[in-house]
């Protein structure tokens, strides 16, 4: 993180932007914005994406 409170990427030094995401799950895929590095590609999920959103299509598709 910066002094100004933005998050960079370890490996690049970069600021991270939002980008699109793809994750995958038992053979489902699920398209997300979240914080990226613009030249490795790494992401950055905060608690409540974790916590809510992909907590949740992970428990209705187990549930399938």
Known sequence: MTES????C?????LLKIGKA?????GHEMLSEVLMCPACG???LTEELVTGRIRAIE???EDK
């Open 59 to 61: 428990g209705s598709l």
């Open 10 to 14: 370890v490996k690049c030094d970069l």
């Open 22 to 26: 793809r994750f995958s799950y038992l």
């Open 42 to 44: 790494q992401v950055y």
């Open 5 to 8: 409170g933005k998050l960079v």
